[in-house]
């Protein structure tokens, strides 16, 4: 059986207004990730990823660096129970 892992990131810095979630989106389509982001009212952005081991560690490093126009100046990760995701979704600022 191959091993899912579910991660939970909290992204700082410039991640809102530059593209943020659609990036990480585009991203997590390619890898093959299932989960959701969304910005925060406090100007950070929240997602949670899921997928084989090799997918969820390459979306974190997409998350670290963002798109052209973001400066990320810090991205926490956090292990998250394991949800039943079916692909990957955009949510509205929570």
């Known amino acids: 059986m191959t091993e899912i892992l579910t991660r ?4 700082r810095g410039r991640v ?3 593209g943020f979630r ?9 890898l093959g990730v299932r989960g959701w982001v969304c910005n ?6 929240e997602a949670v990823v899921q997928g084989i081991p090799a997918a969820v560690g390459a979306i974190i490093e997409c998350a670290h660096r963002g798109p052209r126009a973001a400066k990320v100046s810090s991205l926490e990760v956090r292990e998250e129970p394991s949800g039943d ?4 979704e955009t ?3 929570a």
């Open 40 to 45: 925060r009212t406090d100007g950070s952005v």
């Open 8 to 11: 939970h990131l909290t992204i």
């Open 22 to 30: 659609n990036y990480v989106a585009y991203k997590a389509g390619e």
């Open 85 to 88: 995701y079916a692909a990957f």
């Open 91 to 93: 949510r509205p600022t």
């Open 16 to 18: 809102q207004g530059v």
